[in-house]
């Protein structure tokens, strides 16, 4: 996003940084270098937002983890000093639980965690597998090059949701069609805030079907809360669409940026493409989270009280965030860590997020992303990206990094 | 050493299941619980592990 200038007035010399900060256009898989240098110099610092509010930006791992982990934090949007995202994809609005506190958060998270259990997700594995194999199978079958994003990256996600909530099958085309409009770059605020009410509305249709008639899936689930009187059904509505939202582009971009990253580091690529061994393909997949960290704009929070770091008193009502991509970066926690290191353990990374929010569909998350790294270089061993690293255009301005398409041949 | 859980921190992120399948699973409801809360040697660098990626600092190792 660009960001405004706050007016001409000569005024005290401006040391405040403006935050985001842009990324070395050489260096495109690295965080912009004046994180780095904040990490170095001044971990706990305040920078000044698109709106002229500043909140500190917290870059080291340990604070991150301790901020993230402490209850005087909040992420509600409406707490007195959260830090807005400036919004070039028109309003964040209100979605569930992602931005309430405990123990309302608690409350409405515990309904809908059992599906994303360990051996749950698990047990959709094979389920995936064939979702990965048969749009495989479509590329194989098409034209080259093709749009690796468009063809594959986000049709899976999108699928697995479908899944996971129980979308019946003769839905998924139009679950696809406007999944994808929520996230196309070239789609207007208007088509994207217009495929986002379709799906809602659509979501809030089959919650109704399953009030009526409970089958055995998510959907039903909570449809069940509503008629337990537990949920309203506009929340329940919010909740299906939380779990579509937050599942589906951040994993389309770790499927299409992750390839892009082991295309540009082909030694790396050649272990995933040279095993079936599903320990490595697990560490890689860690690595990917913690080298790519997509969520680039921070985990943001509002402190409800004073809380002492560092040395340093944060003073409630000030807002806070924690650019996790550079905690994952901190060569306390990670040796080299600018290095992309398949067998490295990363996994203490904080590309999840960390405290009570963090990332309920990373389960799932990692199941999907395992079985794209372990099985798309095996089945196309030949794969290339079919434009030089140079026209790739990367998803800078966007809530979650990435590359808005990648044209692959093979 | 024994290892104690606090059930109602869970936010059911199941890590603790990934880093230690012997000492952790989760309930019906994805909710950490304790397959044994003795843990033997072999186990301590997994718990510890476990300890270390919980979220919610649900998880702690007590000396008995
Ligand atoms: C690689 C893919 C993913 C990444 C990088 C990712 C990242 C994150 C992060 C950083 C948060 C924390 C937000 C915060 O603290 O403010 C989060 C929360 C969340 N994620 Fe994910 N996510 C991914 C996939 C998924 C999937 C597949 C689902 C569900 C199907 C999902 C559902 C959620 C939900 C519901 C929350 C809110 C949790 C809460 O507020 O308690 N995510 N995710
Ligand atoms: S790691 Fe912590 S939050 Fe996650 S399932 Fe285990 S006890 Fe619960």
């Not at chain 1, 389309?252 to 892009?260: C, P």
Request: charged share 25%; hydrophobic share 45%.
């Amino acid at each position: 996003m660009a960001p405004t200038q706050a007016g001409t007035m000569p005024e005290a010399p401006d040391t405040v940084p403006e935050f985001p900060m842009p990324r070395d256009a050489r260096c495109p898989f690295d965080p912009p270098p004046a994180l780095k240098a904040l990490q170095e110099e001044a971990p706990l610092t305040k920078v000044r937002l698109w709106d002229g509010s500043e909140p500190w930006l917290v870059t080291r791992y340990a604070d991150q983890r301790a901020l993230l982990g402490d209850p005087r934090v909040s992420a509600d949007t409406d707490s007195p000093g959260y830090p807005t995202k400036a919004s070039p994809e028109g309003g964040e609005g209100k979605l569930s639980f992602i931005m309430m506190d405990d123990p309302e958060h608690a409350r409405l998270r515990r309904m809908v965690t059992a599906p994303f259990a360990i051996k749950r997700v698990e047990a959709m594995r094979p389920a995936v597998q064939r979702i990965v194999d048969s749009l495989i199978d479509d590329m194989l079958a098409g034209p080259q090059p093709v749009d690796l994003v468009e063809a594959f990256a986000l049709p899976l996600p999108s699928l697995v949701i479908c899944e996971l909530l129980g979308v019946p099958y003769a839905d998924h085309e139009f679950f696809q069609e406007n999944t994808k409009t929520m996230v196309r770059r070239t789609a207007t605020p208007e088509q994207r805030g217009a495929a986002v009410r379709e799906v809602a509305g659509y979501l809030a249709g089959v919650i109704g079907k399953r009030i009526a008639e409970p089958q055995d899936d998510l959907l039903s689930s909570i449809a069940g809360r509503v008629t337990a009187g537990e949920l309203t059904h506009q929340e329940a509505t919010e909740m299906a669409l939380l779990l579509l939202i937050a599942g589906h582009e951040t994993t389309a971009n770790m499927i299409a940026l992750g390839t892009l990253a082991l295309l540009q580091n082909p030694d790396q690529l050649a272990l995933l493409r040279d095993t079936d061994d599903p320990k490595l393909v697990s560490s890689a997949v860690e690595e990917l989270l913690r080298y790519l960290h997509i969520t680039h704009l921070g985990r943001r929070r509002a402190v409800t009280e004073d809380i002492e770091i560092g040395g340093q008193v944060i003073k409630a009502g000030d807002g806070i965030i924690m650019v996790n991509e550079i905690g994952n970066r901190d060569a306390e926690v990670f040796p080299d860590p600018d290095r992309l290191d398949l067998r490295r353990d990363a996994r203490r990374h904080v590309a999840f997020g960390f405290g009570v929010h963090q990332c309920l569909g990373q389960p799932l998350a990692r199941m999907e992303l395992q079985v794209v790294y372990g099985t798309l270089y095996r089945r196309i061993p030949t794969l290339k990206a079919a434009c030089a690293i140079e026209d790739v255009k990367f998803k800078n301005d966007a809530f979650v990094y990435g590359v808005h398409e990648l044209p692959v041949a093979w | 050493m024994k290892v104690e859980l606090e059930a109602d921190k869970c936010v059911a992120s199941g890590q603790c299941v990934l880093a230690a399948m012997e000492v952790f699973d989760q309930d019906d409801d994805g909710i950490a619980i304790l397959l044994d809360e003795q843990v033997a040697d072999g186990q301590l660098d997994d718990v510890r592990e476990a300890i270390a990626v919980c979220p919610a600092a649900a998880i702690r190792l007590v000396e008995q």
